[in-house]
């Protein structure tokens, strides 16, 4: 059984119809983990729960009772979200033996619609990465070339869908890390609105950036999940009250008059020539499909990544310091007194760029630099937010590259942080001006690398930016393993 041609629709329906059995299809699912575990997608594998899960569904299936909407999807959720009773790190070793006594809620919600969660996924350190190298549990492999990284920091949760071992994932993006790991493994991925679904039990990284989201084979898929995941949430106070839509009745329909804004600001230097013809032509196609192409502009975005260094590093600094070896996790063994106990600790469990981080955020935050740094960059980041506003009283979904280049080499850039901070300037505006992104597959490069296009849209607007996504998936053909990634 092939887990990249099944969508979350049809696995319900056939489970329902009793054509296949929960229980296979998660013994398929584990199997195909087994075979390319030297990819390195997961740290940990809930495998007991999983077929727990599994033969409840099927039971229901055999009294005849109707499933739950997404009963039978098997998916992986990034191990920077906690699971009641399942170890969750972080990618850190200092939350090497966590075992957290709640569930996240977007993660909750899955489960009460019948998901069948596999295991805990591969990421970087808290979060802060581009290319799962931060890893205290190892790098992880692009399965389309495994001498290229897989994107990150949810590396691992793409990786999981790309290569057929969950057929949906949970990310989190607070910078671009659902739509660059999506768009380096040919996959879709979404970052919702800020504040659309529930960051209650993901652990922090920037609180006013982070959002979790979900990646899958298609658009449909993607549109599926939101439809549980989204909504208010009482434990989070950042969660909008605002309606959610229904995201999977929003696809039908055309483009028909829609506009579609492309910012001149982000085709110019250092985007990849082959990147830039692939876009282009997916320009050209919504052009076909009856949209208006529109120019715009968003003048700012040259600060973006100075800014996003600052905001994300300066409130990294502050949600880390609860990692101390006093309330969780890994504690240093030869210390004698309290403050040599946190130095140790804190220097021995966090990993070389989460210390980076923590050094230039408490650096940000401190006193008389703080006007100069973080109010400085907040200012700055009004103006981002501004350019979008100003976008979208003349578009309805702008359209931009995802990243610079497809996926680069492992070791190609570790050496130079700035050079891997690059690779997120076309994503970080989003998460600094709260609106919501898509990522998804938009051709191959030459060397046979997937290429990705990012969607924007107005806040709260998924369902125009899902149904615009929808309709160029199908006119490409691109839905559904861009191509076959055999021999793995
Ligand atoms: N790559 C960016 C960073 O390292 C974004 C990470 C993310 O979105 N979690 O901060």
Redesign the pocket.
């Known amino acids: 059984m092939e887990l990249r041609e099944q969508s979350i629709k049809a696995v319900r329906q056939q489970i329902a119809a009793k054509k296949i059995s929960a229980v296979e299809l998660c013994k398929a699912a584990f199997a195909r983990i087994e075979k390319l575990a030297d990819l390195n997608a997961f740290i940990s594998l809930t495998r007991e729960d999983a077929l727990a899960q599994a033969q409840a569904i099927d039971q229901a299936a055999q009294s005849g009772a109707e499933l739950p909407p997404l009963a039978g999807t098997i998916l992986a959720v990034k191990d920077n979200m906690v699971m009641r009773g399942v170890k969750t790190t972080a990618g850190s070793k200092i939350l090497y033996n966590y075992i957290p006594p709640y569930t996240a809620t977007a993660v909750e919600r899955l489960q009460a619609a019948g998901v069948i969660i596999v295991g805990k996924a591969n990421c970087d350190e808290f ?4 290319s799962n190298e931060n890893s205290a549990y190892g790098i992880v492999k692009n399965p389309w070339d495994t001498e290229r990284v897989p994107g ?2 949810s590396g691992g949760s793409a990786v999981a869908v790309a290569a057929g071992m969950a057929m949906a994932a949970l990310g ?6 659902i739509r660059q790991p999506a768009g380096f493994c040919g996959i879709v991925g979404l970052k919702p609105t800020y504040g659309r679904v529930s960051r209650y039990g993901l652990i922090a ?1 920037g609180s006013s950036l982070d959002q979790i989201g979900p990646f899958a084979n298609s658009v449909e898929d993607i549109a599926q999940l939101m439809n549980v995941m989204a909504g208010r949430d009482p434990l989070d106070s950042t969660s909008s009250e605002k309606a959610t839509d229904d995201y999977v009745a929003a696809l039908d329909g055309d483009v028909q008059g829609l506009r579609v804004g492309v910012p001149k600001e982000c085709f110019g230097e250092g985007l990849d020539a082959e990147v830039r013809e692939k876009i282009e032509a997916s320009i050209k196609k919504f052009a076909e499909l009856g949209a208006e192409i529109i120019e715009v502009s968003l003048p700012h975005s040259e600060y973006a990544v100075p800014v996003y260094y600052l905001i ?1 590093t300066a409130e990294a600094s502050s949600n880390l310091a609860r990692f101390d070896g006093v309330r969780y996790g890994f504690r240093a063994e030869e210390a004698y007194t309290l403050k040599d106990m946190y130095n140790r600790t804190r220097d021995e469990g966090f990993g070389a760029e989460v210390k980076r981080r923590i050094m230039l955020g408490t650096y940000a935050l401190s006193a008389g630099y703080y006007d100069a740094y973080y109010g400085k960059a907040q200012q700055v980041r009004a103006l981002i937010e501004g350019d979008f506003r100003n976008a979208f009283d003349r578009c309805d979904v702008i359209v931009t590259p995802v990243t610079p280049t497809p996926a680069f080499k492992l070791g190609e850039k570790t050496a130079n942080p700035l050079e891997m901070y690059l690779s ?1 300037i076309y994503t970080i505006t989003l998460n600094l001006a709260g609106v919501p992104g898509l990522s998804m597959p938009c051709g191959l490069a030459s060397n046979g690398m997937p290429i990705g296009i990012q969607l924007i849209s107005r806040h709260f607007d998924e369902a125009r930016l899902l149904k615009a996504a929808h309709n160029l998936e199908q006119a490409t053909g691109l839905g559904f393993k861009p191509r076959a990634i055999e021999g793995l």
């Open positions: 979060a802060m990465g581009s990150g920091s989190s993006d607070t910078g671009g890390s990284f994300a997120d």
